[in-house]
């Protein structure tokens, strides 16, 4: 059966104009629900969710965004769309103030752009304009229920809950002079939980646990690490894992103080050893637990596999442990957002809907048939972001001002003395560097730099303009264009050796199919960290996201140890097996001490 997520489609070739009218509003979906289905709201599957109990077409969550009744056809949400000189205008009520209004647009319903976020007032008429710059326009419209507001500062946590795809999302390196328990972690691309927070709204820290081994990792299945996961900090993952094993680490997150947490449990639920109903019990109870001790809970539904097969083999699954994840899913939809969490359907945002076995992933989304690649965590990790900046006030959780305790003295970037070399042209900010590191005669990727006044006073923005000619190897496939400010000398700056830092860089990337990957990287020898970095994509058939995106890079802290210099960058992989450009932005930079992640987590 085929999942319809929560949205509203609205295409000009299929919708005429209807009048609008504004509906009385409730205080809560859950008094909305109770209003119309009795007191058996919370258990009743008509009152739920995505239940469609009058056949208008249009699910209850729908109904209640937009001031309708569930069990009237006749009363079903009236929308207005009408054309002018060329521009598309929907108009729809918002009649709920406890919920997030998105209305993205597209041209061929499959990428998608948004248009707007709670446009209009809450019992007011919002509209919508789209330029219909084709010979069609589509738009929709999405309803998120929102929790209680959090306000970004430093103790703002964001603690994830899953197995594997949980586990492996985030990327740490500690090299062999301090032992190597994280080398299997180099073999995932950074999952949506990096991704999601770019943002800068919220802290989430993965330490790695530098006394694991591979010995004590074997026992995935059981008790072994059931208090003592691979990560200390904000992520417990654990690869293998089912929602009966993730339940016995729920205490843990709760210790963590973590005000929320992003359940994310996996395909490993559904197995033939996991019936729907002991899966959707100890999801239900983590849940629960999760939302008594006070906590804002997120839910994933479970993401697609590469493969379904009457035979499979590897990651490949078979239509009927499909099928258990498909009703797990409809269940985490229709029954999670009645006791409380939140829903982020990233199922729906990586399923191929083209595909004949439904329930496949969308190409390229996938590393290794269940794995993230780097476009599938980024397309999560999108549908995370707008739901934690929807609960999360604007704002970053560390001060932004470049001038304020910064280890580096030109985060803002002024001045134009810098270095420029290695097919790279132009100016670069006084203090800083830009260089191609990996030049070739063939193929070679060029990089102009030029400098613009920025938003602050004395602030500059940074940017840098990338070509490549294409045509070269797909395998060993990208040069590297790096930026990079003067190494920091830790006895000059006065840092003891039980201090931490992070390198922060607030940036913006064009649209591109040219990108290979980009990460920001901060090493104190012998700890590197890195921030969106994945060291296994080849590019090819691993690509990076082609869409235009920013945000904050944040680097993992980093302990000062014995370095006597710390060396933070941003390296940007450009790929020399297609051709094309894409434009980078740098808008402020800063390292700064930050506190011991063992005393946040």
């Known amino acids: 059966m085929r999942h319809r997520p929560t949205v509203l489609r609205l295409a000009l070739s299929a919708l005429a104009a209807a009048s609008f009218v504004h509906a009385a509003g409730f205080p809560s979906l859950v008094q909305w629900r109770e209003h119309h289905f009795g007191l058996n709201s919370t258990t009743s599957v ?4 995505n239940a469609d109990p009058d056949g208008d077409g249009v699910p209850n969550l729908l109904e209640y965004a937009l001031g309708g009744d569930p069990l009237s056809a006749n009363s079903a949400p009236a929308l207005s769309v009408e054309t002018s000189g060329g521009v598309l205008h929907a108009s729809f009520a918002r009649a709920a103030d406890d919920l997030a209004y998105v209305v993205q647009s597209s041209n061929d319903l499959t990428q998608w752009t948004e248009l707007a976020r709670d446009p209009g007032e809450v019992g007011a008429a919002a509209q919508v304009d789209a330029p219909i710059d084709g010979n069609r326009k589509f738009l929709r419209l999405e309803v998120v229920p929102l929790s209680v507001r959090h306000t970004p500062s430093p103790s703002l946590k964001v603690a994830t809950l899953g197995d594997s795809k949980t586990q492996y999302a985030g990327f740490v390196q500690f090299l062999a002079t301090e032992g190597n328990p994280l080398s299997r972690v180099e073999l995932q691309a950074d999952g949506p939980i990096v991704w999601a927070r770019r943002g800068g709204r919220f802290r989430h820290v993965l330490v790695p646990d530098r006394e694991a081994t591979a010995a004590n990792l074997v026992p995935a299945y059981g008790d072994a690490l059931a208090a003592d996961p691979f990560f200390r900090g904000a992520n417990f993952g654990f690869a293998g894992d089912t929602a009966t094993g993730v339940l016995k680490r729920v205490d843990a997150v709760l210790a963590t103080g973590a005000q929320i947490v992003v359940y994310a449990a996996g395909t490993n639920v559904g197995t033939t050893d996991s019936s729907v109903a002991a899966t959707t019990a100890a999801i239900g109870e983590a849940v629960d637990r999760i939302i ?8 994933c539904t479970i993401d697609p596999r590469a493969t379904v097969a009457s035979n499979p083999t590897g990651y490949q699954l078979t239509p009927a442990h499909m099928q258990r994840i498909l009703d797990i899913n409809t269940w985490i939809r229709s ?22 076995v439904y329930g496949n992933a969308l190409p390229l989304t996938l590393r290794d048939g269940v794995h993230f690649a780097p476009r599938g965590a980024f397309l999560a990790g999108e549908r995370l972001r707008g739901i934690l900046e929807q609960i999360i006030a604007p704002g970053t959780w560390f001060d932004p001002d470049p001038s304020k305790n910064n280890l580096i003295p030109n985060g803002a970037l002024a ?10 042209t132009g100016q670069a900010p006084t203090g800083w560097s830009i260089l191609n590191t990996t030049p070739g005669e063939n193929n070679p990727v060029t990089a102009a730099s030029s400098l613009a006044p920025g938003s602050e006073p004395g602030s500059q923005l940074w940017m840098v303009d990338i070509t490549s000619a294409g045509g070269g190897s797909s395998t060993s496939n990208t040069q590297t264009i790096r930026l990079y400010p003067t190494a920091v000398n830790v006895a000059s700056a006065g840092l003891a050796p039980t201090q931490w830092v992070s390198w922060f860089v607030e940036y913006e990337v064009s649209s591109s199919e040219i990108a ?18 994945n060291t296994i994509n080849n590019r090819a058939t691993e690509p990076w996201p082609t869409r235009a995106y920013g945000g904050w890079f944040e680097t993992t802290p980093v302990p000062v140890g014995t370095a006597t210099t710390l060396v933070p960058r941003v390296d940007l992989d450009i790929r020399i097996d297609v051709p094309g450009s894409m434009q980078v932005r740098i808008k402020r930079a800063l390292l700064r001490v930050v506190e011991n992640p063992d005393d946040l987590f």
């Open 335 to 356: 029954e999670l957002p009645a006791r409380g969490a939140i829903v982020a359907d990233t199922f729906a945002d990586l399923v191929d809907p083209d595909n004949p």
């Open 292 to 299: 008594a001790a006070g906590r804002t809970c997120i839910v």
């Open 415 to 424: 001045g134009t003395a810098g270095v420029v070399g290695g097919s790279c």
């Open 516 to 533: 290979g990957s980009l990460q920001a990287t901060l090493t104190a020898a012998p700890a590197t960290a890195k921030d969106l970095g």
């Open 46 to 49: 008509e009152a739920s969710t």
